[in-house]
């Protein structure tokens, strides 16, 4: 998590940022979340959203430095979840414990309450029912729909939670110091197949769903199946839902041919193919935060940690070989 002065920092990522001193304000600064907040603790309030829309997607960062009883209720075609991205206490969301490491789901037919702590930032993510449905392969749909009618609290896997956090800050930090990105269309659904692959993760439990019998060569086909389509899309990322609902197979099938055949995850050999994208584009000439952001990666801390550990070297190095081999020859 962030620490105290990742406050500020959040504050400033923002393409909208919105400060408040009321929290009655803070409540109608998101946009179709019908909300009304009530302060618990006492003391001056003060409080920010910061938000980004593109294509079907919205993404925001909320700071509210007092403990506050929240309620409201979305859209019947929406689904919203946040992550704590920093928060020093407990807080109660629709009758469960609300922690640091906890997944609200705050869409769903009743609304939701969340009795929220002080210096809470969450980070938002909300999309069209329909699209995420969309983006499903057909058991992962009907499990969706059974499971997503009411706001709870739900536990992730860590890594599942950092990588909520890592998204979320990276895109807000991007996008705070190049704004005009939002207007590229190919970054912003390259955005979006991004947010759909993290809420289909987050939401759906694939341990849960029916287990089909696969042969080796069910599994081979599956594998070859997808490494086809990725080499389809040389220029843009495929994410792992994109293959699910290409090959009609839910996460779990696609997790355990590719552990079975190649000893690795569906996750891992995506992120392989999107770095070995982004060295294709640096070997080109293209900017480091061009090619990684054409590739799907956001944080760009972690990008260079994840090229490096790849290939040996920092993407910044390949580049400046790039350009010293291209002056000789001029």
């Known amino acids: 998590m962030l620490g105290p002065v990742g406050v500020q920092a959040l504050k400033n990522m923002g393409t909208l940022c919105q400060e408040t001193h009321d929290f009655e304000e803070q409540a109608a ?7 009304d907040y009530a302060q618990i603790s006492s003391g001056a309030f003060s409080g920010y959203v910061s938000d980004m829309r593109f294509e079907d997607v919205h993404l925001f960062l909320e700071y509210t430095s007092q403990s506050l009883y929240q309620s409201g209720r979305l859209d019947d075609d929406t689904v919203a979840i ?10 109660m969301f629709c009758g469960s414990v609300s922690t640091a490491e906890s997944m609200h789901v705050f869409s769903g037919d009743d609304g939701f309450e969340f009795f929220s702590p002080g210096e809470l930032v969450m980070g938002g993510i909300s999309v069209s029912r329909s699209a995420l449905l969309n983006s499903l392969a057909p058991q992962e749909q009907q499990w969706l729909m059974q499971h997503d009618g009411q706001a709870h609290v739900q536990s992730l896997d860590p890594a599942k939670v950092q990588a909520v956090r890592e998204f979320m800050s990276g895109v807000f930090h991007l ?7 939002l207007e590229n269309r190919q970054i912003t659904a390259s955005m979006r197949s991004t947010v759909l692959g993290l809420l289909a993760d987050c939401l759906i439990d694939s341990q849960q769903l029916q287990s089909e019998h696969l042969s080796p060569s069910k599994c081979w086909h599956i594998v070859s199946e997808s490494r086809a389509l990725v080499h389809s899309r040389s220029e843009n990322p495929v994410s792992v839902a994109e293959l699910c609902q ?36 640096l070997k080109q000439g293209v900017s480091v935060t061009d090619a990684a952001t054409a590739w799907g990666f956001w944080h760009f801390g972690h990008f260079s940690q994840e090229y490096k550990k790849l290939f040996g070297e920092l993407p910044s190095d390949t580049l400046r070989r790039q350009g010293e081999i291209a002056a000789k020859k001029h």
């Open 82 to 91: 946040g992550i704590p991205l920093t928060a020093q206490h407990q807080g």
């Open 175 to 181: 996008v705070g110091q190049t704004p005009e990105i």
């Open 246 to 281: 290409h090959l009609g197979v839910s996460r779990r099938t696609l997790q355990y041919s590719f552990q079975n055949l190649l000893n690795t995850s569906p996750v891992a050999y995506l992120r392989s193919q999107r770095l070995n994208g982004t060295r294709r584009m």
């Open 29 to 35: 600064l998101l946009r179709g979340w019908n909300q």
